[in-house]
């Protein structure tokens, strides 16, 4: 499982709370231009199955580090794994 790549000595590690309960990954700001705007948005890199189990998906919402997002898009990942696009609420 990709879970078991989510090691929580890693930066980044945080444990999200998802609608069903507690999502381990690696959070971080990746870089995407779209339709004349370029920046960072940030994302959540976890196991894919336990995502959806804990109820994950897109327009969901987890709370990271005490702030809101919402999951706007999700990005399968070799191995199971799963980077979850999010937005700021």
Not at 6 to 31: H, K, N, S
């Amino acid at each position: 499982m990709y879970t078991e790549l989510i090691d929580p000595d890693l930066p980044g590690y945080v444990e999200a709370r998802a609608p069903a309960g507690t999502l381990p990954g690696i959070f971080t700001d990746a870089w995407q231009e779209a339709a004349q705007q370029a920046g960072t948005v940030p994302v959540l890199t976890c196991d894919a199955d336990t995502a959806i189990a804990l109820g994950a998906g897109v327009g969901a919402a987890l709370t990271i580090k005490g702030a809101l997002y919402a999951i706007r898009e999700r990005q399968p990942r070799n191995g199971g794994g799963v980077s979850l696009i999010l937005e700021q609420q």
